[in-house]
């Protein structure tokens, strides 16, 4: 294999599961907790993050060294990248709402939260700070939002189980649910030291 | 008079954004390892959050429905990229151990969530009473947890040995999965004083 | 009509006012951010290399081929009394959690002068400790010629065999690069 090929399975493998943004990174949290109550709901938010987070990914890092480097505007990235994210989700709400009204309607608050979904916007910082190419930009944020639905639909899978079972009082609803995510975070420490 | 305060009690307690409304969540688990960290980070979020609050108010009247969004994020970023510069500048090993949290304050649930439900529809007075609460109750949180984390990770307090040097620290502290569990039992905890929020 | 004219006029007065106020306070702080940062430069090339007084950055090769699983990112000259009395190479290699970029000290005797971890992602407690002085005092003064083996001259951190291992290697591939560049005029 060539090496450019095993260097973008690294990246995949690293991104989505030893570094996952969710349960190693600390990164997109509120989505997390608010999404994971039901399998479709979480598989429906982990696409739309995935297309928003490639396409953000793509757009910012032909914009940061297109016109940012070169113009030594560094300085205006929060405020550039964040506006950047926004429309897309504008874009993305559009869509949803003509072609699958039933997850517009499921999604409620959270689709216009994708905006401050920590997630996309890190992910927009770690593209152009890692130094990737286009293509690497595009696999990094794919696989950011693979670990990120994966983690997403793990936890729901808990949840629909948790329904069902005798919480203490004072741990239902929230807390549990920490826990559990805690737990599987212990689980993706597990892949530490996959990728050398 | 007395709506100031309740505004700024209820950012602290009552609707405590990190353990009542789940809001700002991310921030906390991750620069929350070292005690010191977590104060720089209470207060570029208060810095920011007041700041905010404060402009997005006194906007509120000029601010077409329409942009409202935009102009928010116009607005934060603007004071989230003071705090960054700043930082850089001024406390530059903090800037550096804090890393993309201090440019990721933009995306901080709390001051954007607050600035649409809140500060864009009160006057500046109760919008600043929020944010203070709002930020002071961040802060409480976050050392909370940092507090116990850095001890309990690293028997030391604001990087001041504290416990024996034979005591060699519980990884899991450091790791995520200790702080998810500590903020699921700091829910819990106060669930059982304070009272339970509706689900 | 009036109604987007409203609207373009507040979202650009606003973004005028930010982007004012931002250049403002990037001007303000451009100064002493730079500043920090040739500091900093200079406090970790020093730690590496007590006895030079300066040091002077020297072009790398844009493609330069990686040695030892290292990448070399920059080369320093280090110099004493005006003549150069070694180098400091900063290079970046695999370590167990992700890439470590470390700073290795190589004098003109070829002896190493000192290490120093600018960046990690090993385990805290565990592979962290490459950064202990404990741990990186080890390196100086040894030379150029020595195997850098994990435990052969190498003292391992119990239960970080791969950290130290790729600090090792770290070493050799700055070595291999010493020994190309001190060839050199």
Redesign the interface.
């Known amino acids: 294999m060539s090496g450019e090929l095993v260097m973008l399975l690294k990246i995949l493998v690293?991104a989505a599961f030893v570094?996952n943004i969710i349960?190693?990174?600390?990164?997109?949290?509120?989505p997390y907790?608010?999404m994971s109550s039901s399998v479709a709901n979480s598989i429906g938010m982990g696409m739309a993050v995935a297309f928003v987070m490639v396409l953000a990914s793509c757009v910012t890092w032909a914009l940061w060294n297109f016109v940012f480097l070169p113009l030594h505007l560094e300085?205006?990235?929060?405020?550039v990248f964040?506006?950047v994210i926004?429309v897309l989700v504008q874009l993305v709400e559009i869509l949803l709402k003509k072609n699958v009204p039933n997850l517009y309607r499921a999604m409620g608050i959270y689709l216009?939260?994708i905006?401050?979904?920590?997630a996309i916007?890190?992910v927009t910082?770690?593209g152009v700070d890692y130094g990737y190419s286009l293509l690497q930009v595009v696999v990094y944020s794919i696989s950011v939002a693979l670990g990120f639905t994966v983690a997403l639909v793990l936890l729901a899978g808990i949840r629909e189980r948790l329904r069902f079972s005798r919480v203490?009082s004072?741990?239902?609803?929230?807390?549990?649910?920490?826990?559990a995510?805690?737990?599987l975070?212990?689980a993706f420490?597990g892949f530490?030291?996959l990728v050398? | 008079m007395r709506e100031f305060w309740f505004y700024l009690k209820n950012g602290i307690i009552g609707e405590n954004p990190i353990l009542r409304l789940m809001i700002g969540l991310c921030s906390v688990l991750a620069v929350s390892v070292r005690v010191d960290n977590c104060l720089a980070m209470g207060a570029g979020v208060l810095f920011v959050l007041t700041c905010s609050s404060l402009v997005i108010s006194l906007l509120r009247n000029f601010v077409p429905r329409e942009v409202r969004i935009p102009i928010f994020i116009v607005v934060i970023s603007t004071f989230t990229t003071i705090v960054d510069l700043v930082m850089q500048a001024y406390l530059p090993s903090l800037s550096r151990a804090m890393g993309v949290f201090i440019p990721l304050i933009v995306v901080n649930c709390i001051i954007m969530g607050r600035a649409e439900a809140f500060a864009s529809r009160k006057p500046p007075l109760f919008a600043l009473a929020d944010a203070l609460g709002m930020g002071i109750g961040y802060t409480l949180v976050i050392t909370a947890i940092g507090v116990v984390r850095e001890i309990f990770g690293y028997g030391e307090l604001l990087s001041v040995r504290f416990l024996p040097a034979s005591f060699q620290g519980m990884m899991f502290m450091i790791l995520p999965p200790g702080a998810f569990l500590l903020i699921g039992i700091y829910i819990a905890l106060l669930n059982r004083f304070v009272g339970r929020v509706k689900q | 009509m009036k109604n987007i004219v409203r609207i373009a006029l507040a979202l650009a007065l606003v973004c005028l006012v930010a982007a004012v106020s931002l250049s403002a306070v990037n001007y303000l702080t451009k100064k002493e951010i730079e500043h920090r940062k040739a500091e900093e430069l200079a406090e970790s090339l020093k730690v590496v290399f007590p006895a030079a007084e300066r040091f002077e950055e020297l072009p790398v090769p844009p493609d330069a081929p990686k040695r030892e699983g290292t990448s070399i990112l920059a080369v320093y000259e280090a110099l004493a009394q005006g003549q150069r009395s070694g180098y400091v190479f900063r290079v970046s290699t695999m370590g167990y959690g992700g890439e470590m970029v470390l700073l290795v000290g190589i004098g003109e005797d070829g002896t190493l002068k000192g290490i120093q971890v600018l960046e990690h992602q090993e385990t805290p407690g565990l592979g962290s400790n490459i950064t202990q002085e404990t741990f990186r005092s080890q390196f100086v003064g040894k030379s150029i010629d020595d195997p850098f083996e994990a435990k052969k001259d190498i003292q391992a951190i119990t239960g970080a065999t791969i950290s130290t291992r790729a600090v090792a290697s770290a070493c050799r591939g700055a070595i291999a690069y010493f020994k190309e560049v001190a060839k050199k005029p």
């Open positions: 690293s570094d349960l190693a990174r600390y990164i997109g949290l509120c907790i608010g300085y205006l990235r929060i405020m964040i506006l926004a216009p939260l905006t401050t979904n920590c916007l890190a910082f770690f203490p004072f741990y239902q609803g929230y807390p549990i649910v920490f826990i995510t805690a737990l975070a212990i420490l530490k030291g050398k």
